[in-house]
Structure formats: structure tokens, C-alpha cells
């Protein structure tokens, strides 16, 4: 199963585990990678030793192309890029924002870049700059969204870039790949379904509560981080209106001030990086202030377990996740229910033909 994005990338198949901070370690990006498709190491909020600790870790557990994830304007953005360069990470999936800093400062390097991108501009300007491949998220996907569903985003961009495309945002079996495949796609990237697998780091009450989820249990909040963020509705976002959301600037501050410190930058690159952080994600200078907070919202459900005050980053798929298989089990169910579903299409187009 062969397509341009898996001969970039050096997979079997053109199946990726989507970025999902901090689930996504060594373990889990391990096991994708061994089984075929490409994992990413999503480690959250991390020094530039622990990136570097973290992927030689991947190393350890692997020997086939993996990536890690980069977050433009970060703060600490340029020290854990180094490390990804300094590694020779095999691909590095850039996210919202500009990937130009990193193309020019790992330029001769052999790091595939593949940019995540919610709009069709942001995609052929990724490919100018020289991206090669782009993701495309659409509002489905759980985490960070665009405004727009993959089934119009895809064709859309595909249509206007020539480098390859990866679908994301509601995907997570064979059927939605080969819906990928005619929608322009040359691969998929699944967040939510390898968050639900006995190698993701989730604690097991919140992979309870992701299993217990319909499609219909998931809203669209910038309260928590400063921009659009798909999570499972819970009493933290029952409680978070206009008249509740005082207190926790006692939170948004406490999250700055920790991330700072972990970062061992200081406040004048902190702040210098907060200002990056406000281009790449279009958002104000205040949304931008509650993201700190909100990455230690997300730690709170995906780290300490605690499902009703922690933020949960879903996409709507939930509601055709019902078990937590092995990240193998999973690619083989893909692969399978790809064979099947195109010879399906195939009885149904030769009905068609005979009509």
C-alpha cells in the first residue's frame, strides 16, 4: 500500500499516528513505527535534554522512521529544534505556523517536513517555503481545529498544492482511508484512535471516559487554551462563562511562570516567544494568555486522571471508538478493512456499470 507520502516517509503504510501532546511517547511512537506507519513523538511540555532523552528513547525501541513534533514560536522553539536537527530526526511534523525558521535552519539536512495546516492558504504557503508535505486538519479532529470539515478542506487543498497531503480530523479506520485516498489524500493522521491503545499514555479512567463518548459529547472551546480546542464536555467546560472565568487567572499565571522556569529561558525570551506564539496562532494577546493554563488543564486529564476538571482534546470520532487494541492491532484492522472496503466499491461500481 503504497503512496507518495509513504515513500517520503520510508512506511509501509500511508498510516500516521497524529501528534498528541503529551500521550504520544516513546512507547506508543515505537510501536506505530514497528508496525508499519509513522509515529510522532508528541511530548509536551519538555527541556531540550528530555526532547533529546525522549527520542534517542524512541531509538531504543525502533529502527524505523518516526517523527517529533514542533510547535512554531514556542517558547524554547529554536533549543528543541536544534535537538531535533542535532538527532537527525527522520520527519518533524511543524505545527500552526510559518515552518520557514526550521526549513532554513535544517536546510541539508535529510528531516522530512510535514506542516499542519487548517486552511488552503496556509498549505501553498507551507509549500513554498519549501514544506514537504502538508497535513490538513479539519474541524472534526480533536485538539486545535480549523473552521472547516475534511471533506471540503481536502479536495481543496490537494487541488492546489502538489505535494502530498495528509488527511486528518475524523479518520480512524480503513473506510476513512480510502475516503482520504479519493478526497486527494496520500495518507491519514488518526490522534484520537491511537490515543485509545494499550501503548498511549492515557490513565485508564480517561480512556474510560473517551470509550463512554459519542460523537455528540465533544465542544469547541477558546476559553481553555486561547483558540479553538475540541475537548469532551465535562464540569470544567460546563464551568467555564463569562462570569466564572476570574478565577482562573490565578491557574494562567501559575502555568506561566512553570512554563518558564521548565523552559530555563529567560522572561525576555519567554515574552519574545509568547509574541511568536501570538502570529503563529492569529490569536489576541489575551486568548493567548489562558495557554499556559490550558496546557496544565490537559495535563491535569491526561496526565493526573482527573476527567471532570481536566480539558480532554477529542475529535468527533470518539463515537466509532469502542475498544483499546494494541497500535498493531490497529494497523492491521486498517489494512484489512482497506482491502475489503475496496472490493466493495469495486461489486458496487460494476452494479452501477451494469444499470
Known amino acids: ?14 498510516i500516521i499516528q497524529a501528534p498528541i501532546n503529551p500521550l504520544a511517547g516513546p512507547h506508543l511512537v515505537a510501536a506505530v513505527s514497528n508496525a508499519g506507519g509513522l509515529g510522532i513523538l508528541a511530548p509536551g511540555r519538555v527541556t531540550p535534554e528530555e526532547m533529546r532523552y525522549m527520542i534517542r528513547d524512541v531509538r531504543g ?4 522512521p518516526f517523527g517529533v513534533n514542533l510547535t512554531a514560536g514556542a517558547p524554547g522553539y529554536e533549543r528543541l529544534a536544534q535537538v531535533i536537527i542535532e538527532e ?11 515552518p520557514k525558521w526550521f526549513l532554513d535552519a535544517s536546510r541539508g539536512s535529510d528531516i522530512a517536513i510535514m506542516a499542519q495546516v487548517g486552511t488552503r492558504r496556509h498549505a501553498i504557503r507551507a509549500e513554498q517555503d ?3 508535505a502538508v497535513v490538513v486538519a479539519g474541524m472534526e479532529a480533536g485538539g486545535h481545529i480549523s473552521h472547516i470539515g475534511s471533506i471540503v478542506s481536502l479536495p481543496l487543498v490537494a487541488a492546489s498544492v502538489q505535494i502530498p497531503v495528509v488527511a486528518a480530523g475524523g479518520f480512524c479506520d480503513g473506510r476513512g482511508l480510502v475516503a482520504a485516498l479519493s478526497l486527494g489524500a496520500e495518507a491519514v493522521a488518526m490522534g484520537t ?17 473517551y470509550l463512554e463518548s459519542s460523537e455528540n459529547d465533544t465542544i469547541v472551546t477558546a476559553a481553555i487554551t486561547g483558540t479553538r480546542l475540541r475537548v469532551i464536555r465535562n464540569k470544567l467546560t460546563d464551568s467555564i462563562d463569562d462570569e466564572v472565568r476570574k478565577p482562573f487567572w490565578k491557574e494562567r499565571l501559575s502555568g506561566i511562570i512553570q512554563t518558564r522556569k521548565m523552559l530555563g529561558v ?8 509568547g509574541w511568536k506564539m501570538r502570529q503563529a496562532y492569529e490569536a489576541s494577546l489575551s486568548e493567548l494568555s489562558v495557554l499556559a493554563a490550558g496546557a496544565m488543564r490537559v495535563d491535569k486529564a491526561f496526565v493526573e486522571g482527573d476527567e471532570d476538571m481536566g480539558a480532554m482534546p477529542c475529535g468527533q470520532v470518539c463515537g466509532r471508538i469502542h475498544d483499546i487494541p494494541t ?3 490497529v494497523m492491521h484492522r486498517i489494512v484489512a478493512e482497506v482491502h475489503a472496503t475496496m472490493t466493495l466499491l469495486g461489486s458496487k461500481m460494476t452494479s452501477i456499470r451494469a444499470v
Open 1 to 14: 500500500m503504497q503512496t507518495r507520502i509513504s515513500e517520503l516517509l520510508g512506511i509501509q503504510y500511508p
Open 61 to 64: 525501541y525502533t529502527s524505523r
Open 88 to 98: 537527525n530526526v527522520p520527519v518533524v511534523c511543524h505545527g500552526r505556523g510559518n
Open 130 to 132: 519549501g514544506a514537504d
Open 193 to 209: 484512535r491511537f490515543a485509545l491503545t494499550q501503548e498511549s499514555a492515557m490513565p485508564a479512567n480517561i480512556k474510560r471516559r
Open 266 to 273: 529567560s522572561w525576555w525570551r519567554f515574552i519574545i516567544g
Open 327 to 329: 497500535a498493531q492491532e
